[in-house]
């Protein structure tokens, strides 16, 4: 029940809103990104995608993450293609 009420959340690339995703267990970003519609050629800005962890819950700051879409899928390279976990934040294009 705890993960299925769990969220992982995206921002951008649509009107720049931030929007709850159900959490379906790890998953890396860039398999996130294609679940969610958020990889349309044209519209999403690939080159600048991040993962924030908040780390609330362990009192540390918050982890941020650059994923290198163009390595992950085109060179198989996963070292910047994090796996996700309940309240990540995942933005496209946006800073």
């Not at 780390?55 to 941020?64: E, T």
């Not at 910047?80 to 976990?85: D, E, M």
């Amino acid at each position: 029940a705890e993960v299925r009420a769990a969220r992982v959340y995206l921002n951008g690339p649509e009107n720049n809103k931030q929007k709850p995703v159900p959490y379906r267990g790890p998953e890396r970003a860039v398999e996130f990104l294609w679940r969610v519609g958020a990889v349309q050629p044209g519209r999403s800005d690939l080159r600048d995608v991040s993962v924030v962890r908040p780390n609330v819950a362990a009192d540390r700051p918050p982890r941020v993450v650059r994923v290198d879409v163009a390595a992950v899928v085109l060179d198989g390279d996963n070292r910047t293609n994090v796996v996700l976990q309940p309240g990540d934040q995942v933005s496209v294009g946006e800073t």
